[in-house]
């Protein structure tokens, strides 16, 4: 495809749920990245998947967070047990090897924990 | 560790007035900048960057230079434009380290009057 694409767009959802958010990146971009965007405030990093290397995992907020690359295509983002301070939106970034500056972003995942 | 700290908005400007978004960071090693741009309803987009000292980033009329002695990376544009409307976030990246994801600005929100 063109560009980074997430599904679903929007999510809403009871609190302790789980839930699964889908990412597709840019075909051949190495790097995936995912972050988390609460109503006000910038970007959080959550995650981080490079080619084969182990993810950096040293934004996830808590073990209730997990996230999923296979090889380097989609992605998965898994909540598990939602609370209502996981209310954000959720974005995927892909990027070309180390180049992470050239990021870019899919147009979001907007997760509403009722 | 790394972080960027930029001006809080929202900032509202009328139409063809002077434009700029202060913002300064901290860093080991010898980061690159960049300005990243969210409009309403869409992804973050790539503004522009800096890789190192004294360059000058520019795209659609914005401006801004890597002034590693105040270690700042102001955004300006000489007159905005309704179009402009959206939230913008400053971000560095540094390659020295084994960072490997970009550090956001908590970001601005700019609000152009007719």
């Known amino acids: 495809g063109a560009g980074v694409s997430q599904s679903p767009s929007n999510k809403v959802t009871e609190k302790g749920k789980d839930v699964e958010l889908r990412c597709d990146p840019i075909?051949?971009?190495?790097?995936l990245y995912w972050y988390r965007q609460r109503l006000g405030q910038g970007l959080e990093f959550l995650i981080y998947?490079?080619?084969?290397?182990?993810?950096?995992k040293s934004g996830l907020p808590s073990d209730r967070f997990s996230a999923e690359r296979t090889g380097e295509s989609v992605s998965t983002l898994t909540i598990q047990r939602t609370q209502q301070e996981d209310s954000a939106v959720y974005l995927c970034?892909?990027?070309?090897?180390?180049?992470?500056?050239?990021?870019?972003f899919g147009p979001g995942t907007r997760l509403t924990v009722t | 560790g790394n972080s960027v700290t930029q001006m809080e908005g929202p900032v509202t400007l009328s139409e063809e007035a002077f434009l700029t978004i202060n913002c300064t960071y901290t860093?080991?090693?010898?980061?690159?900048l960049f300005w990243y741009v969210q409009y309403p309803g869409e992804g973050l987009q790539l503004l522009l960057k800096?890789?190192?000292?004294?360059d000058k980033g520019s795209n659609k009329g914005f401006e801004a230079t890597y002034r590693k002695e105040t270690t700042s990376f102001h955004l300006e544009k000489g007159s905005v434009q309704v179009s402009d409307s959206a939230v913008y976030f400053c971000?560095?990246?540094?390659?020295?380290?084994?960072?490997?994801?970009?550090?956001f600005g908590s970001g601005t929100r700019l609000s152009i009057r007719p």
């Open positions: 970034a892909s990027s070309f090897g180390g180049r992470a500056y050239e990021q870019y």
């Open positions: 075909s051949g971009h190495t790097a």
């Open positions: 998947f490079q080619g084969n290397s182990a993810p950096d």
């Open positions: 860093a080991t090693g010898y980061p690159s």
């Open positions: 800096a890789t190192k000292a004294d």
């Open positions: 971000a560095l990246s540094d390659y020295s380290s084994s960072a490997s994801k970009i550090i």
